[in-house]
C-alpha cells in the first residue's frame, strides 16, 4: 500500500523547486558571516558558504551502506564535535564532477570510503531522507538527482568520520560537507559554588555551558542549567554585581565579533533579569571579541576554549 507521505512527495518537491526559482533571483554572493571552509578539504572553484554549523558536541546521521528494499543497512549515528558547511556553485558544473572533487580531496586527506552512490543504488528518496541536510535555503537537495559519499579515517587514534551531498535546484549545485570528529561531551557544568570560587580568587569564572547558534544571538534551551546556577550564586550573595563578558575566536572579522560577543552578552543578561529574577541593574555586559583567548586560535582545540561567556567581579 503506497503511504500518503509517498504520495506527496513530489508535490513537495515541486514547491521546493518553484521556491528555489525565486530564492535564486537573489543568491548571495559571498560566504555567511563567519563561515570558513574545514582544514584540509577546501571547496569547489567558485563556490560560496551558503549555511554553516559548527557545534562541540552533536549527533550527525550517516549512511556506511546503500539501503536495500527501503531499509537502512548500515545507519551510524556519531556524536562528538559536528561541521556542517553547505556550498552553491552557479550552473556548469555537475553533480558528479563537484562530487568527485570533493571525494579526492577527502581521499588526500585520509578518508576511506565507506559508500559512494548516486540516486538508485544509493536507496533513492528513502535513503536521502535519513541524512542530515541543511535546512533550505542553506541546502537544497532533489530527491531524484544527487550523489552521496561517506569516508571514515583515524588520526591520532581519534575516529573522523566525513560525508558529502550534492545535488541541483535550478540548474545551480549545492553540496554540504559534514565532518563527525568523535568524542565524549567534555563535562561544562559550573555551579554556583564554583562561580563564586572563580570570583572570590581570580575575580573571573569562564563558563561553556551557555549556547548561541552559528552567528545568533538568541540563548538556546540548552543553557538553561548554567543560567540556573548563576541565578542561584545571585540570590545567594545579594551584595554581588557582575559583568557578563562575550568572548569569540578569531573566525570572521574583527568588527562583526565584537559586535557578535557584545550582543551574545546583553541576550545572556536579558534572559536572566526575564526569566530567572535577576534585578537587572545587578547585571553589566561587554563583548571583547577576541581579544582575550585562553587558547590558541591555530587549532580547533583552542578556539572552542576560546568561545566562551565570562563573569567577572567589579
Request: charged residues 20%.
Amino acid at each position: 500500500m503506497t503511504s500518503p507521505l509517498s504520495l506527496f512527495r513530489p508535490i513537495l518537491l515541486l514547491l521546493a523547486l518553484s521556491l528555489g526559482a525565486v530564492t535564486n533571483a537573489t543568491a548571495q554572493t559571498r560566504d555567511v558571516a563567519g563561515a570558513r571552509d574545514y582544514p584540509g578539504i577546501g571547496r569547489f572553484a567558485g563556490s560560496v558558504i551558503t549555511g554553516y554549523q559548527v557545534k562541540d558536541f552533536d549527533a550527525a546521521r550517516m549512511q556506511g551502506a546503500a539501503f536495500k528494499d527501503g531499509q537502512p543497512t548500515d545507519a551510524r549515528r556519531l556524536e562528538g564535535r559536528i561541521t556542517r558547511i553547505a556550498y552553491r556553485t552557479n550552473p556548469g558544473p555537475s553533480i558528479l564532477e563537484v562530487s568527485r572533487n570533493f571525494e579526492t580531496q577527502l581521499a588526500k586527506a585520509g578518508f576511506e570510503t565507506l559508500l559512494a552512490c548516486d540516486v538508485d543504488a544509493c536507496g533513492g528518496i528513502p535513503f536521502l531522507e535519513a541524512i542530515d541536510a541543511l535546512p533550505i535555503p542553506q541546502m537544497w537537495v532533489d530527491g531524484f538527482n544527487y550523489r552521496y559519499f561517506a569516508g571514515r579515517k583515524l588520526d591520532a587514534g581519534r575516529e573522523i568520520y566525513a560525508s558529502v551531498i550534492v545535488s541541483e535546484n535550478n540548474r545551480d549545485i549545492y553540496a554540504q560537507l559534514v565532518v563527525a570528529e568523535l568524542g565524549a561531551i567534555q563535562n561544562k557544568m559550573v555551579d554556583a559554588a564554583v562561580m563564586a570560587k572563580g570570583l572570590r580568587e581570580t575575580g573571573r569564572i569562564a563558563l561553556y555551558g551557555i549556547y548561541f547558534d552559528t552567528d545568533k544571538t538568541e540563548v538556546k534551551p540548552e543553557s538553561r542549567p548554567t543560567l540556573e546556577q548563576i541565578a542561584k550564586l545571585l540570590a545567594a550573595q545579594v551584595s554581588l554585581n557582575v559583568f557578563i563578558v562575550g568572548h569569540t575566536d578569531n573566525q570572521g572579522p574583527y568588527a562583526y565579533n565584537l559586535d557578535l560577543s557584545r550582543r551574545r552578552a546583553e541576550a545572556i543578561a536579558a534572559e536572566l533579569v526575564k526569566n530567572y529574577g535577576v534585578l537587572a541593574p545587578r547585571l553589566r555586559t561587554a563583548g571583547v571579541g577576541l581579544l582575550a583567548p585562553v587558547g590558541s586560535n591555530a587549532t580547533d582545540a583552542g578556539r572552542a576554549l576560546n568561545r566562551r561567556v565570562e563573569l567577572v567581579a567589579p
